[in-house]
Structure formats: C-alpha cells, structure tokens
C-alpha cells in the first residue's frame, strides 16, 4: 500500500529506516495530474532503486503571473490510485508553507546561468530558477539516490543536469523517453485544456519535428529547416515560440557537422502552449 505523507519529519523517518536497512531510494517530482509518462519515470527509477518516493506538487514559482497556476489540474485521488499501480512506496505531498517556510517572495533561489536564460527561458523568465528551487528543495527533502526526469522537458533536464554537477548533489539523474499517444503527441497534462479542435491539430508538432529531423540529415541548412518548420507550424494554425536545431548542451551545430542533435519545438494552439522535441544523430 502506497504510504501518503504530508510531514517532512515522517518522511525523514521514513527515507532513515529504508537506508538502514540498506535500501536505495528513487525518486520522482512531478506537479500531479499524472499520465503514462509520469508513471514511466516510477518504472525507471524502480530499476535503478529498490524503494521509490514521488511528490505532487504544484510548484507556484516556476509559473509566470499569466500563466496557469491557478488552473493546472489537480486530481489528487487519482495520482495516488495511479502511482500505487505503478510501484511508488510513498507519495509525498508536501504543503506550500513546509516547501517555503519563509514564504514564497523570500525563498532563496537557485539560479542556473546561461541554460536557463535560452528557448524555454526566454519565453518564460524566470521558470527554471522556480523550477531549480523547488527540485533543489525536494533532494533535500527525499534525499534519493537517483531521481528521474522525462526527456519532453528537454532543456529542463539539461539545466537539473548541469544544476546537479555544479552543486554537487550525491545522486543521479535519469532521463525518461518521451511517451506518446498513438497519434504522436507527446503525454504531457496540458493536453487536456486544448479543445476538440486543437487535439486534432496538435499531433502535427510531432510531424514537424521528424520532417526538421529528415530535412537536416538530407543536407538542408539550419536556418533553412528552421524556418520552414516555423512556416509548417503557422500554417496549421499554431503560433510558434521556436522551431530550433540544437547540439543536446543547447550549442548551436554547424551545418554539415554529424554528431548529435536535437529539435525542439515550443508552439500555442489556441490557448494552449505545447512544448516536444526529437533527438537524433548525423553521420560525422
Ligand atoms: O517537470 C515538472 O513536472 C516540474 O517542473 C518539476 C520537476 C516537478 C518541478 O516542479
């Protein structure tokens, strides 16, 4: 039976008996709202840990003021039901107040440089330094050994990566593949707010990215592959933040170089902002 807790000391207690018994812990932040993607990332670090924690938290200081704080889903009853079937040993839910003992507005603040001030950073200030303190909050909390992430947040990982290393946390971070629906949109909770509609739309992304993909590995120009992937994304109704070619550190690749790469799309469908992107390699 899935342990829900709610006090940091009970889940001090909690993590303290496992590693006495010489148990590793996984873990797995997520802000609720949980699908098959989530419950990947349990499977994973599962693998990787012989007991496994995940928190729910909807982590207000990592939305801007527009943003969709107040109405991200919430479904708490069905992340509990969720995560027991998926194999989590406890669920930790922790209050704003304990996550922010002094209050939202005098949190210290984790601030990653470089990384967290492109793509995703530009388009919202802020998000990943709201993002670095929580998470940052959370190891301490857990205290896990290994803690998994999914691939869909690709620049997300990169910056908890590089945050882990330069701050030196004692843990591992593991990355989950992107899970998709059938259609090939990526599972992702803000799915739900796009309508009938949109949803129907919304799997082009997906398509957008592997043409970037075949494109780039035909030979085409960066900059060339870029704009008709913006192009592709405005004509079917999208507004496009960036349809970008990137090396995985988020270097910009010189054309006719092989190696790794990645794409990585970040669009609006109607009120809705979808984010996906595709890694994949050129012949050097
Ligand atoms: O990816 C998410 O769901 C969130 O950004 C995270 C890592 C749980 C921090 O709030």
């Not at 440089?113 to 670095?132: A, T």
């Amino acid at each position: 039976m899935i342990d829900v807790i709610s006090d940091l000391a009970r889940l001090r207690a909690r993590v303290r008996d496992w590693r006495r018994e010489g148990l590793t812990v996984g873990f797995v932040p997520t802000m609720g709202n949980l699908h098959a993607g989530h419950y990947s990332l349990v499977t994973l670090a599962r693998k990787h840990a012989d007991r496994v924690v995940s928190s729910v938290f909807v982590n207000p200081t990592q939305f801007g003021p527009s943003e969709d704080f107040t109405r991200y889903p919430r479904t708490p009853d069905a992340d509990t039901s969720g995560l027991q079937a998926a194999g989590c040993d406890v669920l930790w839910l922790p209050e704003v107040e304990a996550m922010y003992p002094f209050g939202v507005g005098l949190a210290a603040n984790v601030h990653v440089p470089g990384i967290s001030s492109v793509l995703e950073g530009e388009c919202r200030p802020g998000h990943f330094d709201g993002v670095c303190t929580v998470v940052t909050r959370l190891f301490n909390q857990v205290q896990p050994d290994v803690a998994a992430f999914g691939k869909k947040d690709f620049q997300q990982l990169a910056v908890i990566r590089q945050m882990v290393a330069d701050l030196h946390f004692p843990l591992d971070i593991l990355a989950g593949d992107i899970v998709r629906e059938t259609d090939g949109l990526a599972m992702s909770s803000r799915n739900q707010y796009l309508a009938p509609q949109d949803r129907a739309v919304a799997p082009v992304i997906h398509k957008v990215l592997q043409a970037m993909r075949d494109a780039t590995r035909a030979g085409m120009p960066r900059m060339q592959v870029e704009a008709d992937a913006a192009s592709a994304l405005r004509g079917a109704g999208f507004v496009p933040d960036y349809a970008v070619l990137r090396r995985p550190d988020f270097g910009l690749p010189v054309d006719g170089e092989g190696g790794a790469l990645v794409a990585l799309i970040a669009a609006k469908l109607g009120r809705t902002r979808l984010i996906d992107n595709i890694e994949f390699e050129l012949p050097g």
